[in-house]
């Protein structure tokens, strides 16, 4: 048997441990991003496919493991994550499952995971469980732990690669109530922070953030409940103010902000928290609905996206917000859920209420209100060409209630334009905030 395997049968239990060079930082990165572990997961000559993976407490792991050369039916794996300490923990329940992702009677099997800094590397440490003896012994006769020892080792050969920039450059904070949070940092200039928009951590917003990064130092970060930041309950908005606050002191103390659509909530909240630590604001297209334009949020809107969520109804959620919020014709929500985003979407569908709980009061089809925010920073709020009467009414709102915002419009372009056009979003940002 491989070295660092440890078979227990007075606890049924396998463990396993390996030493890798990388640090903290990239090894969690391995084991909770999907497109990671889809490189490195299962035993050699095997290829992995990562349905869902959602690392927060109560969240899913849906993937299959076939080989490579077609000699068998692929093996399909549910798992539920338990404890998620970023950098410190997983562990999750796993169980075989059908075609239909349903437990196919077997049992559950507890594993747990934990990362210990070691030197400028780091250790980890596997130990899987079983119910009793017999379980054990299936596992010991089907190879288990030498399976899991070679995919150990393909981790290994993963993280001795060369990192891309995005991996290079992730750090994390310690947020004010202890919670983890994931950022990445590039280009040279003045301090600004993007925010990311609703059901996307910092990737969604790579674009915009590399076209600011030829002026600006800019900082992308994953908000909670997303990507590799914690997600502490219950969810409280406060404490991603504090987020905010903690990754301006990053960057010497203070930072613009920039956001589009449903990210401008918060980076409103946050602006007239930090007061002069903010220099200026960007936004892009908010949404608010403060008159009779298009119909408002749901009165229930929050607690039916909780609902849904809580029973496992990650992609009805989010069908939920495409046809009541964003008004998709019903007939449109088939294909939609045939793209790659659709279930990208349904992993950070938790965060749908998030949002929602933030911009309470703010799309409900009335005034917005006049004592929410107090912010002297200047503000631009730029509106598509070709984008909503709604979202225009709503930014003259804002500008009728703060001292100092602006109203641009970015012509020929629509809603998308913060993700699919970041270069001319970017040049009006550094317009405005540059002078």
Same mark, same amino acid.
């Given at each position: 048997?491989?070295?660092?395997? /440890?078979?227990?049968?007075?606890?049924?239990?396998?463990?396993?441990?390996?030493?890798?060079?990388?640090?903290?930082?990239?090894?969690? %990165?391995?084991?909770?991003?999907?497109?990671?572990? &889809?490189?490195?997961?299962?035993?050699?000559?095997?290829?992995?496919?990562?349905?869902?993976?959602?690392?927060?407490?109560?969240?899913?792991?849906?993937?299959?493991? @076939?080989?490579?050369?077609?000699?068998?039916?692929?093996?399909?794996?549910? @798992?539920?994550?338990?404890?998620?300490?970023?950098?410190?923990? +997983?562990?999750?329940?796993?169980?075989?499952?059908?075609?239909?992702?349903?437990?196919?009677?077997?049992?559950?099997?507890?594993?747990?995971?934990?990362?210990?800094?070691?030197?400028?590397?780091?250790?980890? !440490?596997?130990?899987?469980?079983?119910? *009793?003896?017999?379980?054990?012994?299936?596992?010991?006769?089907?190879?288990?732990?030498?399976?899991?020892?070679?995919?150990?080792?393909?981790?290994?050969?993963?993280?001795?690669?060369?990192?891309? !920039?995005?991996? =290079?450059?992730? &750090?994390?904070?310690?947020?004010?109530?202890?919670?983890?949070?994931?950022?990445?940092?590039?280009?040279?200039?003045?301090?600004?922070?993007?925010?990311?928009? #609703?059901?996307?951590?910092?990737?969604? #917003?790579?674009?915009? @953030?590399?076209?600011?990064?030829?002026?600006?130092?800019?900082?992308?970060?994953?908000?909670?409940?997303?990507?590799?930041?914690?997600?502490?309950?219950?969810?409280?908005?406060?404490?991603?103010?504090? *987020? $905010?606050? @903690?990754?301006?002191?990053?960057?010497?103390?203070?930072?613009?902000?920039?956001?589009? &659509?449903?990210?401008?909530?918060?980076?409103?909240?946050?602006?007239?928290?930090?007061?002069? =630590? #903010?220099?200026?604001?960007? +936004?892009?297209?908010?949404?608010?609905?403060?008159?009779?334009?298009?119909?408002?949020?749901?009165?229930?809107?929050?607690?039916?996206?909780?609902?849904?969520?809580?029973?496992? =109804?990650?992609?009805?959620?989010?069908?939920?917000?495409?046809?009541?919020?964003?008004?998709?014709?019903?007939?449109? $929500?088939?294909?939609?859920?045939?793209?790659?985003?659709?279930?990208?979407?349904?992993?950070?569908?938790?965060?749908?209420?998030?949002?929602?709980?933030?911009?309470?009061?703010?799309?409900?089809? =009335?005034?917005?209100?006049?004592?929410? %925010?107090?912010?002297?920073?200047?503000?631009?709020? /730029?509106?598509?060409?070709?984008?909503?009467?709604?979202?225009?009414?709503?930014?003259?709102?804002?500008?009728? $209630?703060?001292?100092?915002?602006?109203?641009?419009?970015?012509?020929?372009?629509?809603?998308?334009?913060?993700?699919?056009?970041?270069?001319? #979003?970017?040049?009006?940002?550094?317009?405005?905030?540059?002078?």
């Amino acid at each position: 048997m491989p070295d660092g395997i /440890a078979i227990d049968r007075s606890r049924n239990t396998i463990h396993l441990s390996r030493g890798y060079s990388a640090g903290l930082d990239r090894v969690w %990165w391995a084991w909770t991003d999907a497109e990671a572990i &889809s490189r490195w997961w299962g035993p050699e000559g095997w290829a992995a496919t990562v349905h869902e993976m959602d690392v927060r407490p109560g969240g899913r792991w849906r993937f299959q493991i @076939a080989p490579e050369d077609g000699s068998a039916g692929p093996v399909r794996v549910l @798992a539920t994550y338990g404890n998620v300490v970023p950098r410190a923990e +997983l562990s999750y329940e796993d169980t075989f499952a059908d075609e239909a992702w349903q437990s196919d009677g077997t049992g559950t099997f507890p594993t747990t995971v934990t990362f210990t800094a070691s030197g400028a590397g780091c250790t980890v !440490e596997v130990t899987a469980t079983f119910p *009793d003896g017999a379980a054990l012994q299936r596992a010991v006769e089907l190879q288990m732990a030498e399976g899991y020892a070679e995919a150990l080792d393909r981790l290994g050969s993963l993280l001795e690669t060369p990192s891309n !920039e995005r991996e =290079k450059t992730m &750090s994390t904070i310690t947020s004010a109530d202890g919670t983890t949070i994931a950022y990445e940092t590039t280009g040279s200039g003045p301090a600004i922070i993007v925010v990311s928009n #609703v059901a996307e951590d910092r990737s969604g #917003v790579a674009g915009v @953030a590399g076209a600011l990064s030829a002026h600006f130092t800019v900082l992308t970060f994953d908000r909670r409940g997303r990507g590799a930041s914690g997600d502490p309950q219950p969810y409280d908005p406060a404490r991603e103010i504090e *987020d $905010i606050a @903690a990754l301006v002191e990053v960057l010497g103390g203070s930072a613009a902000l920039a956001s589009g &659509s449903g990210g401008s909530g918060l980076t409103l909240d946050a602006a007239s928290a930090l007061g002069d =630590k #903010v220099t200026g604001l960007y +936004l892009y297209e908010p949404p608010f609905i403060v008159d009779g334009s298009r119909p408002p949020a749901p009165a229930d809107y929050v607690e039916h996206l909780e609902a849904l969520v809580a029973a496992g =109804k990650r992609s009805e959620a989010v069908e939920y917000f495409m046809t009541q919020m964003i008004r998709v014709p019903a007939e449109y $929500i088939p294909a939609m859920k045939q793209d790659p985003s659709w279930d990208e979407m349904a992993k950070y569908a938790h965060t749908y209420a998030y949002d929602a709980r933030i911009l309470r009061g703010l799309q409900d089809g =009335k005034p917005l209100p006049a004592d929410r %925010w107090s912010i002297e920073a200047p503000i631009a709020v /730029a509106v598509g060409g070709n984008g909503e009467d709604f979202i225009r009414e709503g930014a003259h709102a804002l500008a009728g $209630i703060l001292p100092d915002v602006t109203v641009l419009t970015l012509d020929g372009h629509d809603h998308s334009a913060f993700w699919m056009a970041p270069e001319p #979003v970017a040049e009006q940002a550094r317009a405005f905030l540059l002078g």
